[in-house]
């Protein structure tokens, strides 16, 4: 599955200016705040807390414009609490968003 990251990359490049530092640390913040809400949801045991990460990851998606994260975020919200394609997906998407940081 192959996941562009070209709108989450605009937002960042929008807010962070030729500011290349800025750019890393508002990428870095936007994928920690993503796994803490990934790691909610692989804890979720019911329906309530399960939607609840879902709903954070998706606002997160939406307002960097992170379009895949989004799509899985929503499936999530789809999904039943802990479904392993979902949170696979998840993980698959933040893995991708990752690689720029470990350059």
């Known amino acids: 599955m192959a996941y562009d990251n070209g709108a989450l990359d605009a ?3 929008a807010a962070a200016g ?3 530092a800025l750019m890393r640390e508002l990428r870095s913040a936007f994928l ?3 796994l803490r809400q990934l790691d909610l949801l ?6 309530g807390n399960w939607n ?4 954070r990851l998706k606002g997160l998606a939406a307002s960097f414009h992170a379009d895949d994260l989004l799509a ?3 499936r999530a919200l789809n999904a039943a609490p802990g479904e392993p394609m979902v949170v696979r997906e998840i ?3 933040l893995h991708n968003f ?4 470990r350059r």
């Open 91 to 93: 993980e698959a998407v």
């Open 52 to 55: 609840v990460a879902a709903m």
């Open 98 to 101: 990752a690689r720029p940081l």
């Open 18 to 20: 030729d500011d290349a």
């Open 72 to 74: 899985a975020a929503e």
């Open 42 to 47: 692989k804890r979720a045991r019911c329906d």
């Open 32 to 34: 920690e705040s993503a």
């Open 11 to 13: 937002t960042l490049a």
